[in-house]
C-alpha cells in the first residue's frame, strides 16, 4: 500500500541521515586528531615552524622579499597533509565509510589552502587587528598567545568545512 511505502521511504531516509551524521562524525574526529598530530608532532620540523611565517611586516619595510617563507610553509602543509591523508585511508580501510575520493580531495584541498594561508601568519594577524583584538594577537604571558590559540582556531575552523566536504561530495 501507499502508506506502507511511505514508512518504507521514511526508515530508509533515516538510515541514510545516520549513516551520514555518523561519517561526519568520523572525519571531524580523525581531522581533529590529525591535525593535532600532524601540527604538533611529526608534520613539521623546528626549521619549518620557525620560517613558515617569515617576513616579519617590518622586514618587508626593510626589503626582505614577501615571498621568503613560504618554501618551509609548504614543506609544513605537505607534511602535515600526508599525515591527514595517512589516518583518513586508515579509518576509512577500517569503517564503513561512504566517502568519495572527490570530497576526501576537495576536503584536503581546501585544508591545505587555508592552512598554508594561515601558517604565514600576517592573515592571522590582520585578522585580530580588524575585528577589534589587537591586544589578543600581541598576547604572550601567563601560558597564553593570542596568534597560536587564534591560529588553531582558524585551522579548526577550515577542518569543519573540509570535513563537510569530504562526507557530502
Known amino acids: 500500500s501507499l502508506h506502507q511505502l511511505g514508512r518504507w ?4 531516509m533515516a538510515v541514510e541521515q545516520v549513516a ?19 601540527d604538533h608532532v611529526i608534520g613539521q620540523t623546528d626549521r619549518q615552524a620557525e ?3 617569515a617576513p616579519s611586516a617590518a622586514e618587508v619595510a626593510e626589503g ?3 615571498r621568503r617563507g613560504w618554501g618551509a610553509c609548504l614543506g609544513h602543509v605537505v607534511q602535515y597533509h600526508l599525515v591527514m591523508a595517512g589516518l583518513l585511508a586508515l579509518v576509512w580501510a577500517v569503517l ?30 590582520w585578522l585580530l587587528e580588524h575585528v577589534g583584538s589587537k591586544g589578543f594577537a600581541e598576547l604572550k604571558a ?9 591560529d588553531q ?8 568545512v573540509s570535513a563537510l566536504l569530504i562526507t557530502r561530495l
Open 9 to 12: 521511504w521514511c526508515s530508509v
Open 20 to 38: 551520514v551524521l555518523a561519517t561526519f562524525g568520523a572525519v571531524w574526529a580523525v581531522l581533529s586528531v590529525g591535525h593535532n598530530l600532524a
Open 51 to 53: 620560517s613558515k611565517g
Open 64 to 66: 626582505v622579499s614577501p
Open 96 to 125: 564503513p565509510l561512504g566517502l568519495s575520493w572527490t570530497g576526501l580531495a576537495a576536503g584536503l584541498v581546501v585544508s591545505a589552502v587555508t592552512h598554508a594561508f594561515f601558517d604565514r601568519r600576517w592573515p592571522v594577524r
Open 142 to 150: 601567563a601560558g597564553m598567545n593570542g596568534m597560536y590559540l587564534t
Open 153 to 160: 582556531a582558524l585551522h579548526q575552523t577550515a577542518l569543519l
